[in-house]
């Protein structure tokens, strides 16, 4: 189902101009309510009557997560605090958080973008959707509630955390959808599995997961464990939160960019160049509904790339596919570039380990060292050293074929890699350079 | 006649001994027999206790990697010689040992040693037939 066939479906053309219209209004409004952006645009000498077409939007400043905390904590807001109906920020794992606010419309705005977002998972209200994302500071909750309470679904707001209750509740209230991290679906999965349920039994047909980049073989292994469809949301707070791309269930391939509300680019991370649509690079977005907290050309470092051919559901929009990477969690070792992602498909490609797993890059005189840490889990796991020995060079071969890079591979005790809000910290880099 | 051995993994570093330990106390189950094989980076704690599945409940909760394996407990005569003539029956059957270790308790004069075999039906079958007396658990879980 479509929930908003108007916009949705648009014609290319005419989405195309809707789009210029939208970001000519947004330019205007920036360059003169916030400071940052007067002079940013200043500072490149583009005034907000330069952008004639789509294609000028490349002459306007980068925003980044750096400048965001420059401005800590309202200094990016383009209206007054009396307008500010809510506030979120984002987990700050590293120095502040970023803080982004909300007018009532734009709270609006959100839930109407997040129902698109459940209908496209196909979706009624008919529907119990577990919502196990974050309450609070972290969008997450929140942005899914308003949506589910928006489409007419019913919203279960268990928030994260306290996984042996989430599992009575699951059996006993019956919710048909599961929205959370795939890592805490594959958690739920586990702890389920070691209290005796079949989880495969329980009444959730939908899976709609985000929060962090996942692989297609995690997907799989939700999808059976759980017995569920597993779909792909993206979302994050500074752009607006969950809801700014879905995957449709027609087609299951590439989430579905609201672009009557976002600009999308995909840029490359060294130079800042666009590339065409097709090519791997950093997904950039230009927001224009946002009333407070309106952002140009955001670098999320998020690297994807987009799929501009028609979809099979009817949708006139371009799609992202998932997300591969971070491009600050991109870590050069000895000249080569290592995404963590690739390091979890090898990973994921053993039987019975899991995903939870940390690169620790050092620096030994002038030689980088790669160690990556994996958590033994309970299958993988024999009480022959030899077993675990084996399968330790397997990883290390495994990792210098596909990567190229040398690493060591160490088995480390469940749980015991450092976790922010469920997620573990992929890559510590301890070189001081 | 198989007895059930709990194994631990844990890393190389301070205190991972100490919550096993610690875990079992508060748990109160009674270690019976205990060894620790490692490598420089990870451990392998083998464990016989009174009570194998409320101690593998607590160990799991306590955030443990746990296995259970299937392991012989064999009386081997004290006096000098008596493992020897176990270990020639073994080899003489080609029966493989992976590991084994000695039981802390005795049963009655004789010491008790635990054998881990890769074909365990087959080993109890050897050991049986060439009149070495092999444990049942419930008798090891107690000694
Ligand atoms: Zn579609």
Redesign the pocket.
């Known amino acids: 189902m479509i929930y908003n066939e108007e916009f949705e479906t648009l014609p290319r053309e005419a989405l195309e101009s809707l789009k210029l219209n939208r970001l000519k209004q947004v330019s205007e409004r920036v360059y003169h309510t916030v400071g940052f952006y007067k002079k940013a645009f200043d500072e490149v000498g583009v005034r907000p009557e330069d952008i004639k077409s789509l294609d000028d939007l490349k002459r306007l400043p980068f925003t980044t997560k750096q400048d965001l905390r420059d401005n800590y904590p309202y200094g990016m807001f383009a209206v007054p605090m009396s307008r500010i109906v809510r506030v979120h920020a984002s987990s700050g794992t590293t120095g502040k958080a970023t803080v982004v606010g909300y007018t009532k419309r734009d709270i609006d705005v959100w839930a109407e973008l997040m129902a698109r977002c459940f209908a496209a998972a196909g979706l009624t209200s008919h529907d119990i959707i577990h919502n196990a994302y974050g309450y609070g500071l972290f969008t997450g909750g929140l942005g899914v509630h308003y949506g589910a309470e928006k489409l007419g679904a019913s919203v279960i707001p268990i928030s994260g955390g306290s996984t042996k209750r989430q599992i009575m509740l699951l059996q006993d209230f019956g919710p048909t959808v599961l929205c959370c991290t795939p890592s805490f679906a594959l958690h739920l999965a586990k702890v389920g599995e070691e209290m005796g349920v079949d989880m495969r039994t329980l009444k959730l047909r939908i899976g709609i997961f985000g929060g962090e980049p996942w692989t297609d073989k995690m997907k799989a292994e939700i999808e059976k464990k759980l017995n569920l469809k597993a779909l792909d949301i993206y979302g994050l707070s500074e752009v607006m939160g969950p809801g700014v791309a879905m995957e449709?269930i027609?087609?299951r391939n590439g989430m579905?960019i609201f672009e009557d509300s976002f600009i999308v680019e995909t840029i490359d991370p060294k130079t800042g160049q666009t590339l065409s649509p097709g090519e791997k690079g950093e997904m950039v977005f230009t927001t224009l509904t946002k009333e407070a907290f309106p952002l140009i050309r955001y670098r999320t470092r998020d690297i994807s790339q987009l799929i501009v051919e028609p979809?099979?559901?009817g949708?006139t929009s371009v799609?992202m596919s998932k997300i591969s990477g971070r491009s600050d969690d991109m870590v050069i070792v000895r000249g080569v570039n290592v995404f963590p992602s690739q390091v979890e498909e090898v990973i994921m490609k053993v039987e019975g380990l899991e995903p939870h797993y940390q690169l620790i890059v050092e620096r030994q005189g002038t030689l980088d060292t790669l160690e990556v840490q994996i958590e033994v889990s309970e299958k993988i796991f024999s009480d022959e050293i030899r077993k675990l020995q084996v399968m330790e060079k397997k990883l290390t071969k495994d990792i210098k074929d596909y990567l190229g890079v040398i690493a060591k591979v160490k088995l480390v005790e469940p749980n015991s890699l450092q976790r922010v809000e469920g997620k573990t910290q992929k890559v510590i880099d301890k070189r001081k350079i | 006649m198989k007895v059930e051995q709990i194994s631990i993994f844990l890393e190389n570093k301070p205190g991972g001994l100490s919550l096993v330990t610690k875990t079992l106390k508060d748990a109160n189950i009674n270690i019976r027999a205990l060894t620790l094989a490692d490598t420089s980076d990870f451990g392998i704690l083998r464990l016989i206790v009174d009570h194998v599945d409320k101690a593998k409940k607590a160990l799991k909760e306590a955030g443990l990697a746990v296995g259970l394996t299937h392991v012989v407990a064999v009386e081997v005569p004290d006096k000098p010689g008596g493992l020897n003539g176990i270990i020639e029956i073994l080899s003489k059957a080609g029966v493989n040992v992976e590991y084994m270790y000695a039981f802390i308790e005795r049963s009655g004069q004789n010491a008790v040693i635990i054998f881990r075999f890769d074909q365990v039906e087959q080993a109890i079958d050897v050991l049986l037939k060439n009149g070495v007396t092999v444990l049942p658990g419930e008798k090891v879980y107690s000694l």
Do not use: S, V
Request: proline share 0%.
């Open positions: 449709c027609e087609a579905h979809c099979k559901c949708r799609r």
